[in-house]
């Protein structure tokens, strides 16, 4: 320890840092790179303060590095340079690069373990945990911020259009009449959705319990292929080319984009993250309603659950033990109820331990605040199937891109549902192989 | 009689060239070399390992139909930013150079836009052709023109045409200014004695003399639309609706930074390399031949 500590000194000495303050000298520090501003970024600097506050052994510094993609990127060439922070954040996307960057991690189970720090992986929604874990039952990093599609509902615009707005939602069938409907009622934007991939082929296959990729969506090995070109789903979005054709949904972007159309109240109903609640509810000068996100009656199985979206911690190897600690320590504290709980109330993010969902019932939040509980319940009803356990296919954040291409074409008229997905398995499943190429 | 200044022995003229060759071996040979060499291989993200593909990365990308339309979208588009650039650069030099009474302002006021960083520029257009909530959608929705570069593959593209040129007619008329002002009057005034209107002393007097700094921008321009508009794209497309506005450069930067692919990243950079050492080659050996320095 005073070894290491020496060491630390020299090196520091040497690179002149100036982070390496008095101070900091008396603490082991642990640098977490993150990707959140704003709102999110002052809520994650408050829970670095609150640990870095409860003790005095170890001092954590968060980084913020741009967004998701620019976060792993950061964290990838820094390890490439032999200057890796201890924690990185990476979106659920990157979550098969990192499985397969074998000498580039340290898994969270085993940072605990050897750290000696109190931790339940079992304590962890099923949902979420299935993400992150291998198929033998090892957590590879630490769930942080998870998040489900659900659908808003914008009621004062139903009741102008003359609809009801307690009308049920729950199946597609629904929304479809709700649609034409609202179209007919002068509603000049009835649909809009955000991450159309995510939620309208990702999600949508584990809720209605079918294969988004073979290989159990990847989990099973690297030489999967993309599967989400089968007959459900080619019905739903072949729907909603329909939709796009007549004036009953309207694409608005890749990402969030539509969120500034339903928040302005141009549109009805507008499927999106469950964590774009404080946005709405800050926002949004109308009645609005969280309603679980709609299936298709009729299809076997559906509803299943649903999947998450966000991101997860990953410890990065090439470190000192004595700092393993600090971050086996740190985690442990992340995953505590009360700052889950918290975490949950304050950013719509999902509670992802059963005991923060536990907690945040108790304290009556539910209730003051209805529509919250829906995201977890959805994920949480029926137990994950191979086809709802999520996805981990290399090279993702491109193949949503394809997807998003192939998509537009079928909002834009130029490509029958059928043939874009088509399209988009051919070009993913290259994607695929040059992941399975570079990992073998 | 050669009146020319030779350097005696070899010494001194190469210690003169040595500190350009220097900068050149390392900021340019040396990277060169490395995407050469990193288009051999595949690599994992994190350099753990990297496999020997030969050829492979080539293959895989000009097996690629997207990635060979690429090369017409990125001719389409440098075409048209050029073009764009350079003309609207051109005429307002013109019009600068005619007035008398404050024409200091009205230049001041036209090179402001360079100061734009590309990717705010970007975002600027994007906001105004916003297509729910941009003002310039609004009122082309009121004269009945639904704008929607969201899903039109031509709208996205004349958006980042205009978002690239914008910035890029403050530089060039810069240049054409101070070029048409280094134009002596005499000449001018003799042809108006002759007889010869505005657009006939223009054609056949002022562009012509013109013609070097107008190949400086020429170049200079290209080399911009190829490699500095990258900005504007990622700001206000993403390199869509599929992948219309996804240009060479733009898609070195997608494989390699967002899908970590590094060794068809450093594939696409070697290609674009030979594309525009091929450019160049062209332009100094037929265009220039035109020029009248």
């Given at each position: ?276 609640y404080a946005g709405v509810k800050a926002q949004a000068e109308f009645d609005f309603q969280i309603r679980p996100l709609p299936y298709w009656d009729g299809v076997e199985g559906a509803p299943q659950n649903t999947i998450i979206g966000g991101s997860s911690l990953w410890v990065l190897s090439g470190h000192e033990a004595g700092e393993y600690e600090g971050v086996a320590a740190f985690l442990s504290f992340l995953s505590t ?104 | ?154 709208e996205a593209m004349a958006l980042v045409v205009i978002a690239s040129s914008w910035g890029r007619i403050s530089y060039n008329f810069l240049f054409f200014l101070a070029g048409l002002q280094a134009i002596p009057r005499s000449v001018i005034e003799a042809a108006a004695i002759d007889g010869a209107r505005f657009w006939k002393r223009f054609w056949t007097i002022v562009f012509p003399l013109l013609s070097p700094t107008t ?79």
């Amino acid at each position: 320890m005073v070894k290491s500590k020496l060491a630390g000194m020299v090196i520091g000495a040497t690179a002149l840092s100036l982070a390496w303050t008095p101070a900091a000298l008396a603490q082991t520090e642990i640098h977490w790179w993150h990707a959140f501003t704003g709102r999110l970024g002052e809520l994650l600097a408050e829970q670095v303060e609150k640990f870095n506050a409860s003790q005095d052994e170890y001092h954590v510094v968060g980084s913020h590095k741009g967004n998701y993609s620019e976060t792993l990127n950061a964290g990838i060439a820094a390890f490439r340079a032999g200057e890796q922070p201890h924690i990185l954040m990476v979106f659920e996307v990157g979550t098969a690069t990192m499985m397969a960057a074998g000498g580039a991690i340290k898994p969270v189970y085993e940072v605990m373990a050897e750290g000696g720090a109190e931790f339940n992986p079992d304590g962890y929604l099923g949902a979420v945990k299935g993400y992150y874990t291998t198929t033998t039952g090892e957590m590879l990093s630490l769930p942080y911020n998870s998040s489900t599609p659900v659908i808003y509902v914008n009621r004062d615009l139903f009741t102008e259009a003359g609809l009801d707005p307690d009308m049920d939602l729950s199946t597609w069938q629904q929304v479809d009449a709700a649609l034409t409907a609202l179209k007919e009622g002068g509603v000049d934007c009835p649909l809009t959705t955000a991450w159309q991939s995510w939620v309208h082929l990702e999600n949508f296959s584990a809720y209605h319990n079918v294969p988004f990729a073979t290989k159990e969506n990847g989990f099973a090995g690297l030489d999967t292929e993309l599967a989400f070109n089968g007959p459900v789903q080619v019905k739903h979005i072949e729907t909603m080319g329909q939709w796009a054709a007549d004036g009953r949904f309207l694409y608005a972007g890749r990402r969030n984009e539509g969120g500034a159309n339903f928040r302005g109240g141009e549109c009805a109903l507008f499927t999106e993250s469950s964590a774009g609640y404080a946005g709405v509810k800050a926002q949004a000068e109308f009645d609005f309603q969280i309603r679980p996100l709609p299936y298709w009656d009729g299809v076997e199985g559906a509803p299943q659950n649903t999947i998450i979206g966000g991101s997860s911690l990953w410890v990065l190897s090439g470190h000192e033990a004595g700092e393993y600690e600090g971050v086996a320590a740190f985690l442990s504290f992340l995953s505590t109820s009360d700052i889950q709980a918290k975490w949950h109330q304050d950013t719509g993010y999902l509670p992802i331990t059963l005991a923060a969902a536990a907690q945040t019932k108790d304290e009556g939040f539910y209730e003051a605040n209805p529509g919250t509980e829906i995201a977890g319940m959805q994920m949480t009803a029926k137990a994950p199937t191979p086809n709802s356990k999520g996805l981990r296919l290399g090279n993702f954040d491109q193949i949503r891109g394809i997807i998003d291409e192939e998509l537009e074409a079928v909002w834009a008229g130029d490509k029958t549902a059928q043939a874009a997905l088509d399209s988009a398995v051919e070009r993913g499943n290259a994607l695929l192989r040059r992941f399975e190429q570079a990992n073998r | 009689m050669d009146k020319r200044v030779t350097f005696r022995g070899w010494l001194l003229p190469a210690a003169l060239v040595l500190p350009q060759l220097a900068v050149t071996a390392v900021f340019f040979f040396y990277p060169a070399g490395q995407a050469v060499w990193q288009s051999l291989f595949i690599p994992d993200p994190f350099g753990l390992k990297s496999q020997f593909v030969g050829t492979g990365n080539f293959e895989f990308l000009l097996n690629d139909p997207f990635y060979r339309a690429s090369f017409v979208t990125t001719a389409v588009f440098s075409s048209l930013v050029t073009l764009v650039s350079m003309g609207v650069a051109l005429w307002l030099a013109v019009l600068a150079d005619r007035l008398i009474k404050s024409s200091g302002t009205y230049r001041t006021l036209l090179i402001w836009p360079y100061a734009v960083a590309p990717a705010v520029a970007g975002v600027l257009w994007l906001f105004m052709f916003s297509t729910r909530v941009g003002l310039v959608a609004w009122y082309l929705g009121l004269l009945g023109y639904e704008w929607n570069h969201v899903l039109n593959g031509e709208e996205a593209m004349a958006l980042v045409v205009i978002a690239s040129s914008w910035g890029r007619i403050s530089y060039n008329f810069l240049f054409f200014l101070a070029g048409l002002q280094a134009i002596p009057r005499s000449v001018i005034e003799a042809a108006a004695i002759d007889g010869a209107r505005f657009w006939k002393r223009f054609w056949t007097i002022v562009f012509p003399l013109l013609s070097p700094t107008t190949f400086f921008l020429l170049v200079v321009n290209v080399v911009y639309a190829f490699f500095e508009t990258f900005g504007v794209i990622h700001t206000i497309t993403s390199g869509g609706p599929q992948q219309a506005t996804t240009i060479l450069v733009y898609k070195v930067y997608a494989d390699g930074f967002v899908g970590q692919d590094q060794g068809s990243s450093a594939a696409q950079s070697v290609i674009l390399l030979v594309v525009v050492g091929l450019l160049t080659i062209i332009q100094f050996k037929y265009i220039e031949r035109k020029v009248h320095y």
